[in-house]
Every structure is written in C-alpha cells, then in structure tokens.
C-alpha cells in the first residue's frame, strides 16, 4: 500500500478552470507539502504545511494556490484559475518517521495538462 | 538562481561497474543533503543522506562523498545494477536551529542514468 496517494493521476483542464489535487498521507504526520516538477525541469517546492497551517511558501505559491486539509485526512492543493504555464507534475510529500525526519516521503504525483 | 547543480544530464555505466553521480551547490548554508531516485510514472523515492557534519555515509552498494569546502557532493553506485537505471536528483536543504522539521528542499535538475547490461 503506497505511503502518499495522490488523485487524479492525471487531469486536463482549460485554462481559467479550477482544479483540486487530492493527497492522503498514510498515517498521521504534522509536516505535509507540495512540490511540482515541469517537464524537463527541477522539481521545485511549492508549499509546506504544518499544524493546519501554511509553515512555509515558495514565490510559484502565489494568490491562485491554496492548500487546506479539509478533513484531517485528505490534503488538498488548488489551483483557483489555471494558466498554460501550471503544465506540470504536482508531487504532494509527507515528513519521514522510519527512515528519518529530515527524509521526505513523496507520492507517485498528478499530471496536470492545462490546455 | 540554480543553488543546486547536476551538471550531467545523463550517464551511462555498464552493469557492474561504478556509477558517479555528481552535484554542486551554492548556498554555504545548506546543511543536510539527499539523493532520490525517480522512475518514470512515479514520485522521487528517497536513496541516501548526509549532513553536514559528515563527509562520507554509506548504504549498501550506495555511498554519499560530501565535500563542503568545495561544495561538492557525490553518488557512488558499485555494482551498478540495471534496475539502477533512472533520474537521479540531489536535493539539499538548510536547516538552523529555528526550522528543523521543515524540509523545504532545493532540487538539481536531475542526471538520468542507465545501466547497461
């Protein structure tokens, strides 16, 4: 059973839509987080979710995202209206317990086409 | 701002050789660093890190070299296997006394290596 599991796998959207990412992270962490990855390019972090609240945010985080975890179990990335350019891999990650707590635990990503 | 470098965008190794990933940073406040290998399909899976305070960690057939005063950290694979071949990217991360726990990490823009058999 994966660790993170992430839905949809894959959306396409039309730019100007909404668009909601799902994460369950297995198990119970505090230390929750969003990174994308264009294609082609690095992955870059996005957000860090601590406690119920944003700990941390990179420039990419701007007004058009938000994160909350709704019901203490789902944690959810949207993106309010999408653009061309947010084309990417959305990787939603938990902070590790067994293999360390600096080690980060990411999911298998959804693919989001903006079109 | 590229604070994280994998200056090699692909390597290939013949199986049971050695496999050299290399890496470069910039920012001298990075204290802990980490190597994740990425299949296609499928998010980064954590290999193996290492702090600061150490210069070498081993993990079975993989061995993480770090050297700070060139800011210079290395992956070592022996034997190089097939199931090896993927995206390899180094990833650091700065953590201070006030952040610990927070894992923003920094991602070079990966080495994708293929094992030959």
């Known amino acids: 059973e994966p660790e993170v599991t992430q839905t949809p796998s894959h959306q396409v959207t039309q730019m100007g839509q909404e668009v909601i990412l799902r994460c369950v992270p297995i198990?119970?962490?505090?230390?929750f987080y969003w990174y994308r990855q264009i294609l082609g390019q690095k992955v870059e972090f996005l957000v860090s979710?601590?406690?119920?609240?944003?700990?941390?945010k990179s420039e990419i985080f701007d007004d058009q995202f938000s994160v909350e975890r709704p019901d203490g179990s789902n944690f959810t990335l949207k993106i309010r209206s999408t653009k061309l350019e947010d084309s990417a891999m959305y990787f939603c990650?938990?902070?590790?317990?067994?293999?360390?707590?600096?080690?980060?635990?990411f999911g298998a990503g959804s693919r989001l086409t903006v079109l | 701002d590229q604070q994280v470098k994998q200056n090699s965008p692909s390597l290939s190794v013949q199986e049971g050789r050695i496999s050299i990933l290399n890496c470069d940073y910039t920012?001298?406040?990075?204290?802990?660093f980490l190597w994740y290998k990425k299949y296609p399909a499928e998010g980064p899976t954590f290999l193996i890190s290492?702090?600061?305070?150490?210069d070498k960690n081993e993990d079975g057939r993989f061995t993480v070299f770090l050297n700070k005063s060139a800011k210079h950290l290395s992956l070592h694979i022996v034997p190089s296997q097939p199931g090896d071949s993927a995206v390899y990217f180094c990833a650091a991360s700065a953590h201070g006394i006030s952040n610990f726990g927070n894992e923003k990490l920094t991602f070079g823009t990966g080495t994708r290596l293929t094992i030959i058999p």
């Open positions: 990650a938990r902070q590790g317990v067994n293999s360390g707590a600096n080690v980060l635990t």
């Open positions: 290492i702090s600061s305070i150490k």
């Open positions: 920012n001298s406040m990075f204290d802990y």
């Open positions: 979710f601590y406690n119920n609240e944003i700990s941390e």
């Open positions: 198990s119970n962490h505090l230390y």
